[in-house]
């Protein structure tokens, strides 16, 4: 689908496309200099995701013995419900950034 001018879309790509060129032509100097060029990211996870599969320890066989063991009897909530985590990092080819490293809620959701 072809974005209308004047569109947000079409204005966020104007605004994108001089920054692009930018960046690249930053990070092609940088190599030629050896500077060290350093990436962030951003993921999300849900805050009560859990896994799709565990572990079954078949010598618990009830509610009350696994809490007797401190153990738990799985899942508790959907994982698409609740509140998101966002988890944000920096590195390079040498690895993390000591201390770039930042979970926080996110606002929405």
């Known amino acids: 689908m072809e974005s209308q001018p004047g569109s947000s879309r079409q ?7 001089p920054r692009k060129k930018r960046q690249k032509t930053e990070t092609t100097l940088y190599r030629t200099e050896n500077r060290p060029i350093f990436y962030m990211d951003e993921t999300w996870v849900n805050a009560g995701h859990t896994v799709s599969k565990t572990y079954v320890d ?23 419900k609740g509140r998101r ?8 080819e040498n690895g993390f950034v000591e201390g770039s490293d930042d979970i926080f809620k996110s606002k929405n959701r």
């Open 11 to 17: 204005n966020l790509k104007d605004i994108n496309s």
């Open 58 to 80: 078949t010598t618990i066989t009830s509610k009350r013995k696994a809490f007797m063991e401190g153990l738990n009897t799985g899942a508790k909530n959907p994982t698409s």
């Open 85 to 92: 985590l966002i988890v944000v990092h920096m590195g390079n």
